[in-house]
């Protein structure tokens, strides 16, 4: 099949790669010159494991490409995605015109029918308001219909979710666009669930605020593992071995970040709100996210008491493993707050340097350091703020005799508490 993703980030770059995989020719449009150059040239924008090799592999087959023009890509295709950013705005509601704007484009490019397919995170209803846009503003009064396909992928895992997905949820106001779409998704061999438009749209909201409340659930469950002397990762092996809980999302830490979860979470709140209904419990996940945080910062400063003037070695800067993303990155507020509080910090992250240095300047008081074994150097105490598998491999000797006593603060609970005291080690995690 023929088409289209409007927006080349981490959901519109990888979803063009998985369906020009399967064998779709597909058009991938970005609005950012410099981008589409970089693409154009063999360049990869972001990190994404297995995603270079896959990128490359379907332009030189022949069917990927890349464009900054909506008209080209709309012209070239049967099905038209949109995967541009939502993001949150001050009062946590979702700032729609990316969509809007986008909508305006393929209107404006539409000679023909199209399947308009929303992929980008958006509050339910919105299809609705993407179907009147476009009515509008088509003067070729080209007949379509809009489709609701929210996007499940995990950032770090996004090649292996797309290629194997647990399922496809399919919105639709008629039942016209559904074959085409089923046919899309067939070489992906996952369950299709087809729905209206308004339950595919709450489907993406509620699956990501259950998942950040299971955060925020554990979370939670470490201040009391902590308070009674309990082992927050043997309670939650406890809880998730029964299938109806299951492990996965029971890690207990900084708490959950990135582009998603938190704006997700807000905008589910502002439109449950605008609804009529008062969505306390996901207010409260965020308050325990919040928290989380605050009671970590409360363990370095108890331990190192005034941090002004102190050197901190800081390892992981992305917002989870596996990513280069740091936007809402709970590792970088860790920075800034231990910043803010007169620190200085030897940072380090396998991926996301680059990316952090635009928000994290490179100065007197932030060293970015290249070798995760030379963070510790000169410092007074090091924290993993990120949980990439490689610092479980850390020197711990050589780090331990670099740094003026030996304090590690673990917010993902990489290393083991009692080897490490073995070794010598003052070491603070998080529920243990
Ligand atoms: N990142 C994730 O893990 C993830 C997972 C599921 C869903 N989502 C949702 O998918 C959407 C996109 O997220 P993302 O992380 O890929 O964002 P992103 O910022 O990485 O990418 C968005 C891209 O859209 C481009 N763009 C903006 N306006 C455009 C326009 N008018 N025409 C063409 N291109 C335009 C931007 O230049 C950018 O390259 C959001 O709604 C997000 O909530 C993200």
Request: include cysteine.
């Amino acid at each position: 099949m023929k088409l289209t993703i409007i927006g080349t980030g981490y959901v519109g770059l990888v979803t063009g790669a998985c369906f020009a995989e399967v064998g779709h020719h597909v058009t991938c449009v970005d609005n950012n010159a410099e981008k589409v150059k970089l693409l154009q040239s063999g360049g990869i924008p972001i990190y994404e494991p297995g995603l270079d090799e896959l990128v490359a592999r379907n332009v030189a087959a022949g069917r990927l490409r890349f464009t900054h023009s909506t008209k080209d890509g709309v012209d070239n295709s049967d099905i038209v995605f949109i995967a541009v950013p939502t993001p949150p705005q001050p009062d946590g509601s979702v700032d729609l015109s990316f969509i809007e704007s986008v909508a305006r484009e393929i209107a404006a490019a539409m000679t023909s029918y199209k399947i308009v397919v929303d992929k980008s995170t958006v509050p339910v209803k919105t299809g609705d308001k993407v179907a009147e846009t476009i009515k509008r503003y088509c003067k070729a009064h080209a007949d379509f219909d809009v489709v609701s396909n929210p996007e499940f992928l995990r950032e770090g895992f996004a090649v292996e979710d797309l290629m194997k997905p647990d399922r496809i949820v399919i919105g639709v106001r008629t039942q016209r666009p559904v074959a085409a779409m089923r046919e899309v998704y067939a070489p992906f061999n996952a369950p299709i669930i087809v729905t209206d438009i308004n339950s595919a749209e709450l489907i993406k909201h509620a699956a990501n605020s259950f998942l950040a409340l299971k955060i925020s659930y554990i979370n939670a469950i470490s201040v009391i593992c902590e308070a009674s002397g309990a082992n927050v990762i043997e309670v939650a092996n406890g809880i998730g071995l029964d299938a109806r809980i299951g492990r996965r999302f029971l890690d207990a830490g900084l708490g959950f970040g990135g582009s998603c979860f938190p704006k997700d979470l807000s905008a589910f709140i502002k439109i449950s709100e605008q609804l009529g209904y008062d969505f306390a419990l996901l207010k409260e996940v965020q308050r325990i996210n919040a928290a989380q945080m605050d009671r970590f910062l409360k363990k370095i400063t108890d331990t190192l008491w005034v941090l002004k003037d102190k050197k901190i070695g800081v390892l992981g800067l992305a917002f989870k493993q596996n990513t280069d993303d740091v936007r809402l990155s709970p590792a970088i507020e860790l920075c800034q707050r231990l910043l803010k509080d007169g620190a200085s910090l030897r940072v380090h992250d396998p991926k996301a340097m680059d990316k952090a240095k635009d928000i994290l300047k490179p100065g007197p008081a932030i060293t970015y350091v290249e070798d995760m074994n030379a963070v510790a150097d000169g410092c007074d105490a090091l924290v993993v703020a990120t949980e990439w598998p490689v610092f479980k491999k850390l020197d711990l000797d050589r780090a331990r005799k670099s740094l003026t006593h030996p304090i590690l603060f673990d917010g993902r609970n990489l290393f083991d508490p009692q080897e490490m005291e073995q070794l010598g080690w003052i070491y603070k995690s998080v529920g243990r």
